[in-house]
T-cell receptor, first 112, second 113 residues
Framework: KNQVEQSPQSLIILEGKNCTLQ??????????LRWYKQDTGRGPVSLTIMTFSENTKSNGRYTATLDADTKQSSLHITASQLSDSASYIC???????????FGTGTRLKVLA | DTEVTQTPKHLVMGMTNKKSLKCEQH?????MYWYKQKAKKPPELMFVYSYEKLSINESVPSRFSPECPNSSLLNLHLHALQPEDSALYLC????????????FGQGTRLTVV
């Protein structure tokens, strides 16, 4: 069964600190993995997208890694800001399908 | 232009009302999607259109009726909804195939009373 699991479910950190969010997936055949940021009540906004051959991709203070062998990905946020408070969702696509498999997300709260 | 525009942003409707949600994109994407998202849950796929044809219907009740009048527009017609249908409805678009990046709209917050 195609599944995407994320951890932790929620996380509270102080402004300026770094954090790492985890994503494990069992999606086959794998096509790509994306990380989205979603503010409450708003649509998800793409942070990164990685294919099988990519193992690191950065977008400003966000760095995503992908290990296709272990089927794990992480999203590292550097020097967190209050505006980083949101849900972070890992989404995996299976090749040849329109279906995106969503993880349940990590709710991040950054405190001043 | 990398925007997916959804209207209205908020909608309150009675169980006997008929209303429509609208979605528009001008990125040349030929795949468009409707998702339903309940609070603190991931989005759930409802429908996928590819080249203006319905490609996927995830066993959605017939009180939700999608329509794709052209390659830039996607509608979701609502009729006889139930209170449990209250949710954030998200539209997304992508180049054809699930292998490319999907862009999401800001959603329509629907409340059924």
């Amino acid at each position: 069964k195609n599944q995407v699991e994320q951890s932790p479910q929620s996380l509270i950190i102080l402004e300026g600190k770094n954090c790492t969010l985890q994503c494990n997936y069992t999606v086959s055949p794998f096509s790509n993995l994306r990380w989205y940021k979603q503010d409450t009540g708003r649509g998800p906004v793409s942070l990164t997208i990685m294919t099988f051959s990519e193992n690191t991709k950065s977008n400003g203070r966000y760095t995503a890694t992908l290990d296709a062998d272990t089927k794990q990905s992480s999203l590292h946020i550097t020097a967190s800001q209050l505006s980083d408070s949101a849900s972070y969702i890992c989404v995996v696509s299976a090749r040849g399908t329109y279906k995106y498999i969503f993880g349940t997300g990590t709710r991040l709260k950054v405190l001043a | 232009d990398t925007e997916v525009t959804q209207t209205p942003k908020h909608l309150v409707m009675g169980m006997t009302n008929k209303k429509s949600l609208k979605c528009e994109q001008h990125m040349g994407h030929r795949a468009m999607y409707w998702y339903k998202q309940k609070a603190k849950k991931p989005p759930e796929l409802m429908f996928v259109y590819s080249y203006e044809k319905l490609s996927i219907n995830e066993s959605v009740p017939s009180r939700f009726s999608p329509e794709c009048p052209n390659s830039s527009l996607l509608n979701l017609h609502l009729h006889a909804l139930q209170p449990e249908d209250s949710a954030l409805y998200l539209c997304a678009s992508s180049h054809t195939g699930g292998n490319t990046e999907a862009f999401f709209g800001q959603g329509t917050r629907l409340t059924v009373v």
